[in-house]
């Protein structure tokens, strides 16, 4: 704890909230700290979705403590009936005075009535400490709450020359036991991993979280038109702790989608073309309430989403290494592409870390 001030509390929320990351759905993540005459008398987290949320945590901590109490609150608490009641009744009943608020909640159901029926019960509130973070670290919340479409991250790891084989299909290793841990993070602070087949055929990989303590698993998705995907494959073997959900053409052959379906998976059907309508595939997994994937390849399912604008944020990974290989070493993004530079897709608010010996780039794309 640093200089005991507004700041400080919403930065010990800010925290709590953001250790949820990965485990709340479509859910945000919402810390908060009660805070009377001094001293701290209730914390709470939100870390399920249908579950406590943050300020009803932190109250039953406080119990009678919480009357003349400050809250602290890294979303607007909550004015209406979703899967609990609202938070808003619960701190007004239990006599809490001062509301001290980083981010408004973007949810057309609450976006700012929340902190009005606070004010109009005489609570004092104040929004807007650290709000830049707290907005930040719901960015998939964001985006899933108002569009239902899930915010996709893809996520590349390549030579610096941008590839992700040599020319003889060799990928493993490409980046350091660092990046690739890194990678089990990210798979477990998203709803969905997807692949297309040809890296299921190639890899047979297992799409999980392997760190070095258990994580949440996420959902396979596999875009695969024609349902070529290989009936050994680990994907549909290995389904006792993540179900596997592919994505094919109505064109696929109706005798590959019975056996596919007689190993348990669920197929989406995504238009009627020769390849998968990705932006349908999208909106069908919004409407199950996946919120947020991780792309992982190949490159030219890459390209596509890229193209179709269907990407919220890259992470770019480049090992220190060139390989070459000509057309036969794939790339990490491969579409068509444009003539001029000035349609090139730029990426916004980048930030540049090293894992080990890789260097990796975040960005968000800013398309024309
Ligand atoms: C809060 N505190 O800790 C969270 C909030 O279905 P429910 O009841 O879980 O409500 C989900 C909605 O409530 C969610 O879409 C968002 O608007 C808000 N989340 N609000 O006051 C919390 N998790
Ligand atoms: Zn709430």
Redesign the pocket.
């Known amino acids: 704890m640093g200089l005991l001030n507004d700041e400080t509390y919403m930065r010990l929320a800010l925290q709590m909230a953001e250790s949820g990351l990965g485990q709340?759905g479509i859910?945000?993540v919402?810390g908060?700290v009660l805070v009377k005459d001094g001293r701290i008398v209730g914390m709470g987290a939100?870390l399920k979705?249908?579950e406590g949320?943050?300020?009803v945590l932190a109250l039953r901590m406080a119990g009678e403590e919480a009357k003349g109490s400050t809250a602290y609150?890294t979303?607007?608490?909550?004015s209406?009936h979703?899967?609990?009641p609202p938070?808003c009744d619960r701190l007004i009943e239990a006599g809490v005075t001062r509301v001290v608020v980083a981010a408004t909640?973007p949810?057309p159901?609450?976006s700012g009535t929340?902190i009005a029926k606070l004010r109009a019960q005489g609570l004092e509130v104040s929004v807007g400490l650290l709000g830049d973070e707290s907005t930040k670290m719901n960015e998939i919340?964001n985006k899933f709450?108002v569009s239902r479409m899930p915010f996709v991250t893809m996520k590349t790891a390549s030579t610096l020359d941008g590839r992700i084989a040599s020319k003889t299909g060799d990928s493993k290793w490409i980046t350091s036991a660092e990046s690739r841990g890194w990678v089990h993070t990210l798979r477990h602070q998203h709803q969905g991993i997807l692949v297309g087949v040809q890296t299921v055929i190639a890899d047979d990989p297992q799409l999980s979280t392997r760190g070095d303590v258990p994580a949440v698993q996420p959902v396979r998705i596999i875009a695969d038109s024609q349902l070529r995907v290989p009936l050994g494959a680990r994907v549909l073997t290995e389904q006792d702790r993540q179900p596997t959900i592919l994505l094919a053409s109505a064109q696929a052959p109706a005798e590959r989608r019975a056996a596919l379906e007689a190993r348990g998976v669920t197929i989406l059907t995504c238009g009627d073309g020769p390849q998968v309508d990705l932006t349908l595939a999208m909106q069908q997994l919004g409407e199950r309430e996946i919120g947020s994937i991780l792309l992982e390849g190949g490159g030219r399912l890459n390209g596509a989403m890229l193209e179709r604008r269907l990407i919220d944020k890259l992470v770019l990974m480049f090992a220190p290494k060139i390989i070459g290989g000509g057309q036969a070493a794939p790339m990490n993004i491969h579409f068509d592409g444009y003539s001029k530079m000035d349609d090139a897709i730029t990426l916004d608010r980048l930030r540049v870390e090293q894992f080990g010996p890789d260097v990796c780039i975040t960005g968000y794309p800013l398309y024309k």
Not at 75 to 78: D, R
């Open positions: 709340t859910n945000p919402v908060c939100h979705r249908g949320h943050a300020e609150v979303l607007e608490p909550c209406h979703g899967k609990t938070c909640d949810n159901v609450v929340g919340f709450i």
